[in-house]
């Protein structure tokens, strides 16, 4: 990953420029999501550098959905994106706009434009409208409608927006130069027909404008100071210079663009997340499988574990890739301190204390998470039966094996030690049961006579645990691997969803409720899934294992 230093980055330095120089008296930013799919973490990070900087600078943050496009749009994910900002902690205030409630000032904005001679209505079709443009080599030619005087321009405009004209009959060109080396600016259609009703205008209009029309004219009237944008536009900021200059805005909003945030091996790209979610690869757009933000939600992360993995990232001009691990490693350290540690068993088999009375019940105190001692204690239930990890039990154990083998002696977890004797299997040779002995004296875990253990383990007592489920994930397609198979199909990972019905887990869980999030001691961290959890019945969600190679960079 590169290190940004820790100076001011690159976009604070233009701001603190514009300060200085009395371009700018209050800063004002904006994300414009186009309501066409869930928003993901490359979104995060866009909505909390707008957010941020705001914030900073004692400014104001707009949230605007670009719906200038009609043929798209969903409600449905107007309210998923409204969800996952305000889940972020990026507050909007009461600047919530919508750029299809510009129409009217942008078509005004058009008018103007005809009006001082910077626009045209042409009758070319697209394909000629492409041919005449040219290459990145030649330069492009003139349309022959060109040169159509004001007072036609103005007719044959109003008659597109009266429904004269079929879809693609006509369309507003600006009127810049066709022999531009910047293709952007070879007379951009700025107004196309389109008779198609919108989620919000409905069948008002049947002229739409075009992106880069419409984008610096919503930052305009929104009085946005600083309208920060991903590298690709890049090559658009000369139109989008030459919009709001010739719209004449008394404070003209300026365009910076920043490289987006990609995950190595991770689909971020909501083309890609469609299609899962379209195919019913994925159970929705909040999949724990996914990086939506829904489906970062769902899965157990935090908005601060977000907030720190953004930051951590930097902010660049140079696109680059940071790996998915480091976003791990922001959840672990979020939770580190403040999630609950607390036992449950994934793959169970039974351990049996055949010396412990089978009537007794007896409760033992555990703490809650010992490196934050002021989130207390509770009392466990143990008794003659409890269930271990399969894994911590084996006939032949190889070297270095710490765990239970017959005549091995471990800690049960704030228990007891105990020392195996035997074990039953089925007729395929698979353990059932484990047996041990315990030593009373070791009450609490602690060696009575210094004798020491090697191997600690966690359990669940059998009498009173709760059954539930869990949910692991590995990633659903490595984009390293190649996100499509030679046949066009998905090029998915089959293991990228593993459901276990079967875990035990501790009676103190008994009444969790959706998103908290526990470490599960040895296993990870997990959160209750808020869609799959019914009334009897918990599924947590695995975060995040406990363990890592991830390290992060040393900081510059
Ligand atoms: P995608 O590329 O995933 O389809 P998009 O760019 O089409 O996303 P928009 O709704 O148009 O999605 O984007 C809203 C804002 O989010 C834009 O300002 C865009 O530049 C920014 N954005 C989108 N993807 C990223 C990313 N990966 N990293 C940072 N910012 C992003
Ligand atoms: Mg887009």
Redesign the pocket.
């Known amino acids: 990953m590169e290190q940004e230093p820790v100076s001011r980055n690159f976009i604070e330095q233009i701001i603190d420029r514009d300060i200085a120089d009395g371009d700018c008296e209050e800063v004002c930013t904006r ?7 869930y ?9 909390l ?2 957010y941020g900087l705001a914030e900073e600078y004692h400014g104001k943050f707009n949230l605007r959905f ?1 719906d200038t496009n009609p043929t798209k749009e969903k409600e449905e994910f107007v309210d998923s ?1 409204l969800a996952d900002v305000a889940w972020l902690g990026a507050d909007w205030e009461d600047r919530l706009y919508y750029a299809s409630d510009y129409f009217e000032q942008m078509y005004e904005a058009a008018i103007k434009l005809i009006k001082k001679g910077k626009a045209y209505v042409c009758d070319l079709t697209a394909d000629e409208i492409r041919e005449y443009r040219g290459t990145l080599t030649e330069p492009g030619r003139e349309s022959p409608y060109r040169d159509r005087s004001v007072e036609e321009n103005l007719e044959l405009f109003e008659n597109m927006k009266n429904g004269v004209y079929a879809d693609g009959e006509k369309v507003l060109r600006a009127k810049i130069d066709m022999a531009s080396p910047n293709m952007n600016m070879r007379d951009p259609v700025i107004y196309r027909v389109a008779h198609m009703s919108h989620h919000r205008t409905g069948d008002t209009w049947c002229i739409y404008p075009m992106y880069d029309f419409a984008h610096p004219l919503e930052d305009a009237f929104e009085g946005v100071t600083h309208s ?3 590298l ?2 890049e090559d658009h900021r000369p139109l989008y210079d030459w919009v709001v200059r010739e719209v004449e805005f008394v404070h003209p909003p300026k365009q910076i663009e ?5 995950l190595t091996n991770v689909v ?4 890609y ?1 469609k299609k899962l979610v379209e195919e019913g690869i994925v159970d929705g757009w909040d999949d724990p499988r996914l990086v939506t933000i829904a489906a970062l939600k769902r899965r157990g992360f935090t908005p601060s574990s977000i907030r720190t993995f953004v930051d951590l990232c930097g902010v660049s001009k140079r696109d680059s890739s940071v790996e998915y691990p480091m976003l791990e490693y922001c959840i672990r350290e979020d939770l580190k301190m403040s999630a609950p540690r607390v036992m449950a068993i994934l793959d169970p088999i039974k351990l049996v204390l055949d010396n412990y009375p089978a009537d007794q019940t007896e409760e033992l105190p555990a703490d809650n998470n010992p490196e934050n001692p002021e989130m207390g204690t509770r009392q466990l239930p143990f008794s003659r039966e409890v269930w271990i990890e399969r894994e911590d039990f084996m006939i032949e154990p190889p070297k270095k094996y710490r765990r239970l083998y017959p005549g091995n002696e471990v800690r049960l977890m704030y228990a007891y030690f105990v020392t195996c004797t035997g074990y039953e299997t089925d007729e395929d040779g698979n353990v059932t049961v484990v047996h041990a002995t315990y030593d009373p004296e070791s009450r609490g875990g602690d060696s009575p006579d210094g004798r020491k253990v090697r191997g600690t383990i966690h359990w669940v007592d059998c009498r009173n645990a709760v059954q539930a489920s869990a949910h692991l994930y590995e990633n659903i397609i490595d984009e390293e691997q190649g996100v499509y198979n030679e046949d066009g199909s998905l090029n998915l990972n089959p293991n990228s969803l593993t459901v276990i019905d079967s875990c035990y887990i501790e009676p103190s869980l008994r009444d969790a409720k959706a998103y908290d999030r526990f470490q599960f001691v040895r296993n990870g961290y997990f959160c209750v899934d808020a869609k799959d959890t019914t009334l009897d019945h918990l599924v947590f969600n695995r975060i995040v294992s406990l363990k890592s190679s991830y390290k992060l960079p040393a900081q510059t």
């Open positions: 994300f414009p999501p186009e309501p066409n799919g928003l993901h973490i490359g979104h995060a990070k866009s909505i550098l707008n670009d994106i920060i944008c991903t690709e536009f920043f490289a987006k945030l990609y971020t790209g909501k083309r997340i």
